[in-house]
Structure formats: C-alpha cells, structure tokens
C-alpha cells in the first residue's frame, strides 16, 4: 500500500472517526486514501476552526480530536487552534501536508520548517522522513497526546513520503497505567485537611479530564469542606449544593474573595495555574496550598505548596477518602457567599429592560437549558459573565477556554459537541466580535445538518477590551467596528435567524429555538453598561 493508505489505517486502529480540516495539493494522497475508509472527512471553512473542532472534540472525548491543513498558510492557519488546544489540555494531533524532501534544503514554495513552528506548541511532534516509521509515529502522536497532562501532538507529512510503496501494519495499543500516591502520602494529605480550620478546594479542569467528581462529592460530603470552580473547573461540583462557592477567576475583587482570604488551607485539585494566577487569590503568599494533580505543580512564588498528591487524580481522592476523618463544620459564611453570587443573577430574572443586560440573558439562557445540554463560550466579556453567572450540574456541560483563549472557538466548538452529543441540546455564546472570527463554519453546521444555536451578543464594539480600559483609563480606545446584517447573514448560510427587538423576548426566542431543531441563530443586542457597574460593585465588598 501507498504511506497515505498506512497513515489512514493507523489512525483507524486508534479509533479516529473524524478528521477536521481542508485539503491541499500537498495532501491529495491523504485525501484519497480516505475515501477508503471509515473515517468521516468535514470540510471547514478556515483551518483554525478546524482546530477548534478537534480540541473540543478531545475535551469531550477524552480521545485525540484530529485536525489536517496543507503546507504554509494552511499550517500557520492552523496553528492557532493546536495552540489553545495545548494549552488547555485537550488532546489533538495536527497532521500538515508538506513539501517533498527534495526541496526543503532550499527557499521553496510554501515552504517553512513545521516541526520547528509548531514545536512551542505542542507536546511532541515530528516528521515523517521514512516510510517504515509511519506506525511509530501515529503511535506516539496518539499516546502522548493522550498522556497527562493531555495536549496537542503535530505529525508532518511531506508528499514524496506519502506517495511511497510500504507493507507494515499499525503497532499495538498500550493503554496508560495509572499511578497512585503512596500511602504516606495520602495520610499526611488527610492530616493536614483534620488539622485545617478553614479550608477550601480550588477545583479545576482536571477533575473533569481525570473523572473525579464523584469522588470529589464523597470528600466535600465526608469533610464539609466549600468548593470553589475554574472557568474550566465548572461543573465539577453542582452549583445546587450547598458547599458550591461557583466560580472564580475575574480578577480583582469577587465574593469568592473573602474564602480565600480567610482559608488557612487551599487544597487545588487538577487546578492548572495557566487559567487563575495564584496571586489573584493567595496575594501574600500566606495560605498553604495542598496540590492534588497528576503532575507536581508550577513553581510560583504566590502557590506555596505544602504537600504535593501526585497520580491519578480519581484513585488519589477515592484513596483521600478511605481515610480522612468525617467532620463538622461552621459554614455560615458559605450560606453567605452562595446567596450574594445567586441573588445577583436571581434579581434580574424579570427584567425587561433594552438592550438586554448580560445577567437577563444568562437567566433565560440557564431557565431553558436542561441539565446535560452544552454551552460554549467564545472569548469576550460575555466569557466573563457566563463563567461568573452561568451554573452549571455537571462537568463539560459549559465549555469556556482559559488557556490560551482564543476568540471564535464557540461556532466551531458547538459543531464539534454536536457531534459528540447529538442528544443534548448545543449553544454556542459568542460576542458579535469573535463571531465573525469564524462565522463562515454556520455554513458547515448547516451542510452537516447540525442544530446548534447560536446566541449572538451584539454590541459594536470589543466589549472585554473595553471593560480593561474603562478600568485603568476611563475611557476607552478603537474598539468600535461595524457588524453586517446578521439576521440576513444567518439567512444565507441556510440557519433560522431571531432578531431580539426588546426585553423580556430572549427566553421565548430561545425555546422557539430549541424546539425548531434546525440551525438556528439569535441576534440580542446586549447591554455592557452593566460591566463598569460589576467592576465598582465588587470593588466595594469588604470581607
């Protein structure tokens, strides 16, 4: 068989069903070869997008999402989408196209250094030089991708290889061993959590990639001990118990604030500090931190840790559990905290002024939804809101980037949870700035016949940047843009389209939405007044 057909044949065995991307001249015969196989195709609009859809594809999975581009700017288009899905621990492998050995010892067409490029950001990456080695590789894309910490994997193919003659076969599978901590080290974890006062527990996104609510519910049930979410964290614990702190991560002051300075223990379970720097919540470096992850943690002179539990995170706390000791707790101020956070969202409920505020339109986003369905938050001030405002029951159920957060995931993010779960109803939330980023992929939902919704905050503007400048100048600067017609654009790509015309419209706008079961996109002007008024609310809560 041809390399192309081999290289086919190995993602096969490892269980890809679908590759995101768009064809090149320096990929025809990957191209080819998979009109052979099982593998689904989808064609995207941009490659970024592409890289988009596999890293949550891998968010959801916990399998490779896999992403193709040709040679140069399909390469670099791509790179941007491997990046966030590297940084937010999501596993991905990039397959380039490239041109052939015999030209890149010299300036040629298209032609840049890829294993070199796309180096910084990924976990591994290589090219393939030798037809023999192509079941080697896919092997060690697959695996080390997969590996905690998860992350993007790059496989670089150049077109004189793939056109090769080879006979080999796909290398076995191994599956990753799981380790656990010593159980020395676990009793001294338990000793120092009987010992603190005030404790608290830093959830972040690991929980979710490692599996481990479950257990995390027996230890806050078993220690009384409240929880605190990442942005990626959310949903490790529900927002409806009663030990549930929600989410923190704004920056500055919050309500969360006050657990934080008063916590004598912060244990952070699968928290990756590239999302929530430890000087926004252990400013004076005085709290001690109880680091529960499959790795050792960063070094950071505001993240002293006292004990690190390396290992599986699951088996860690299910182990935590066998032996730490039940307790009482005074959590008043828990009770506290919890009614100022849900009393805020609670007080707009009924509002009907226009343009809609941003807590209006996560209320009625939140009434409708059930449990399970997906959200995903593109990059924006409305980043901000839903993750401080949007509760969530369950892990993956709202989907927010806080690696390296870049704008426009949402539109490609909700066509790849779709696929994943067609069962569950998928929004996209996205800014009208980062919409348009990738806005093109509505026509690849509507070609794959996907009913995701759309919920569009309109504003004009980069409303995030806005907020900043606000903050630190009192007034703001170029961030206005115009916006097309976007009923008529979501008319033309082939999606139902809603134009919100004043307040109290959004919720019936949106269960007319959900019940259409087609492709459907909500244009609701949002009101960003009510970002300056947050910031100088929060700045006046004394703990």
């Not at 086919?8 to 001249?25: A, M, T």
């Not at 010992?195 to 481990?212: D, E, F, S, V």
């Not at 033309?492 to 419209?505: S, V």
């Amino acid at each position: 068989m041809r390399v192309a057909e081999l290289f086919v044949k190995c993602l096969e065995h490892e269980g890809v069903k679908y590759i995101f991307g768009i064809p090149g001249e320096e990929n025809i015969d990957l191209m080819d070869a998979l009109l052979d196989s099982d593998i689904e195709f989808i064609v995207t609009r941009h490659e970024t997008s592409a890289a988009f859809m596999a890293g949550t594809y891998g968010r959801l999975t916990d399998k490779p999402g896999v992403c193709l581009a040709t040679l140069g700017p399909g390469a670099t288009n791509l790179l941007t989408g491997v990046a966030n899905a590297n940084m937010d621990l999501n596993p991905l492998i990039a397959i380039t196209g490239q041109a052939g050995l015999d030209r890149q010892h010299k300036i040629s067409h298209q032609y840049y250094d890829l294993v070199d490029l796309y180096e910084p950001v990924t976990k591994w990456n290589a090219q393939i030089k030798k037809a023999e080695i192509v079941p080697e590789v896919v092997r060690k894309a697959y695996h080390v991708a997969t590996k905690e910490k998860p992350g993007a994997t790059h496989i670089d193919l150049p077109e004189d290889i793939a056109d090769m003659e080879i006979e080999a076969s796909p290398l076995e599978i191994i599956h990753h061993s799981k380790s656990e901590a010593d159980d020395g080290v676990i009793k001294e974890a338990a000793a120092i959590i009987e010992k603190a006062k005030r404790p608290i527990i830093l959830a972040g996104n690991g929980i979710t990639r490692r599996h481990a609510s479950e257990s995390l519910l027996t230890l806050v049930k078993k220690t009384k001990i409240p929880v605190v979410h990442t942005f990626m964290g959310k949903g490790a614990l529900s927002w409806k118990n009663e030990l549930s702190l929600l989410t923190a991560g704004m920056g500055g002051n919050d309500y969360i604030t006050c657990g934080f300075n008063q916590s004598d223990l912060i244990i952070a379970i699968g928290f990756d500090m590239a999302e929530y720097p430890p000087e926004n919540w252990n400013p004076e470096a005085k709290t001690p931190i109880l680091h529960i992850d499959t790795e050792e943690a960063e070094t950071d002179a505001h993240y002293p840790v006292k004990l690190n539990v390396i290992g599986d995170i699951n088996e860690n706390i299910k182990k935590l559990n066998e032996v730490v000791s039940s307790m009482e707790r005074n959590n008043d101020w828990v009770l506290s905290v919890r009614k100022q956070a849900i009393d805020e969202l609670e007080q707009f409920k009924d509002d009907e002024s226009f343009p809609v505020k941003p807590q209006k339109i996560i209320s009625d986003l939140r009434s409708v939804l059930n449990e399970e369905d997906i959200v995903i938050s593109d990059v924006g001030a409305h980043k901000m809101w839903m993750a401080r405002m949007y509760h969530t029951y369950q892990p993956n159920t709202c989907l927010i980037s806080n690696g390296l957060a870049s704008m426009g995931i949402a539109v490609p993010g909700a066509i790849a949870a779709k696929l994943v779960h067609p069962e569950r109803n998928v929004v996209a939330v996205c800014g009208d700035g980062s919409f348009q980023m990738t806005g093109a992929e509505l026509e690849t939902a509507k070609r794959l016949n996907l009913p995701i919704i759309v919920l569009l905050w309109r504003d004009e503007g980069y409303g995030l940047i806005e907020w900043h400048q606000q903050k630190k100048f009192k007034r703001s600067s170029y961030i206005k843009f115009g916006n097309p017609d976007f009923i008529q654009l979501a008319k033309a790509y082939g999606f139902e389209a809603i134009q919100i015309q004043k307040g109290g419209e959004l919720k019936q706008a949106l269960e007319k939405a959900i019940a259409m079961k087609k492709p459907v996109l909500i244009d609701c002007p949002v009101d960003y007044s009510e970002n300056m008024k947050l910031t100088e609310k929060l700045g006046k809560i004394l703990c």
